[in-house]
């Protein structure tokens, strides 16, 4: 970890017992939150006398170079599968790096992280350009975070991205996620094919992997056990990918309690696809999502 000097809320610590995963534990007058550096993942976010905002698997793993099963990983310079080399990593590499910690403060609306990755002999291997991106966090009692990329190749590069954000929820049958009722999607357990909008709330009653195109960025998640329901608005950000891997695929993953899927979801803002972004030389682009309950 960069010897930056940390702020009074925030302090470091270890996420394994060999001290190979660098933590931040923040604690301010706002919320609680916990920082992998690896990924720069924020793993845990809670407002202070609110339920926790993201879901953070009981059995997670954390092993260096491991994705963590929780949180919000970051899914670049592609989301999935790679598009042409199955060998590459799913969802791209940004989340297995350790980013440096470049800028961490405390302001009267909250504490303040930014975070930097780029690219290396490593990275080059794997997506051939020269970036840099950072993941800039404001914890309040609410969660911005916004990923900066910018282009520092001397040609155009295209990426796509997702913030993979996990999310709790009493019971996921009665679970609802309103906003991407106009939206066609690839349904990634049938193929390629789109089908048209629903034109209803999305529920879930099996195992569920969408990715929703042309979206606004602006979901509900709705937990009718509690009544109670969390926002998000990534304003920027046209692809959705609604996530839940119900009883069977969860018992293939190693980090994930055989009951875990009951009590997540995951509904992701990125651009991918169709929605994927190509920047020029020396070009640099912003993605923010808003998060906060209801
Ligand atoms: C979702 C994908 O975003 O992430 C799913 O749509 C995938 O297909 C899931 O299974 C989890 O991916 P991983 O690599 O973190 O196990």
Redesign the pocket.
């Known amino acids: 970890m960069s010897d930056l000097s940390l702020p009074a809320s925030i302090r470091k610590e270890w996420l394994d017992a060999d001290r190979k995963l660098p933590a931040l534990r923040v604690h301010n007058p706002h919320c609680s939150a916990l920082f992998s550096l690896q990924g720069a993942q924020l793993l845990s976010f809670q407002p202070h006398g609110k339920a926790p905002l993201l879901w953070l698997s009981d059995q997670a793993l954390y092993i260096p170079g491991k994705?963590i099963?929780g949180g919000i990983?970051l899914?670049f310079p592609w989301?999935?599968p790679h598009p042409e080399d199955a060998r590459k990593p799913?969802?791209g590499f940004a989340r297995q790096k350790e980013w440096q910690l470049l800028e961490a403060s405390d302001t009267p609306e909250g504490s303040w992280l930014v975070f930097g990755l780029s690219d290396d002999a490593a990275s080059r291997q794997l997506w051939p350009h020269a970036f840099a991106a950072t993941l800039a966090f404001l914890l309040a009692d609410t969660l911005t975070v916004t990923l900066g990329v910018r282009n520092t190749d001397s040609r155009d590069f295209h990426f796509g991205f997702?913030l993979?954000s996990y999310f709790p929820t009493t019971d996921i049958r009665q679970t609802l996620v309103d906003g991407l009722e106009d939206c066609a999607f690839i349904d990634?357990l049938k193929g390629d094919a789109l089908f048209p909008a629903e034109s209803a709330a999305i529920r879930f009653s099996s195992e569920t992997?969408r990715?929703y195109e042309g979206a606004s960025g602006r979901y509900r998640i709705r937990d009718e056990a509690e009544q109670q329901g969390i926002v998000l608005n990534a304003p920027g950000c046209h692809s959705a990918?609604v996530?839940n891997?119900w009883a069977e695929k969860t018992a293939r993953?190693a980090d994930m309690s055989a009951q875990g899927w009951q009590q997540m979801l995951?509904v992701?803002c990125g651009n991918t696809g169709r929605d994927g972004i190509t920047l020029r030389p020396g070009e640099k682009r912003e993605f923010s999502l808003q998060i906060s309950d209801d």
């Open positions: 994705a099963r990983p899914c989301f999935g799913a969802h997702a993979h990634q992997d990715i990918i996530w891997p993953l995951c992701e």
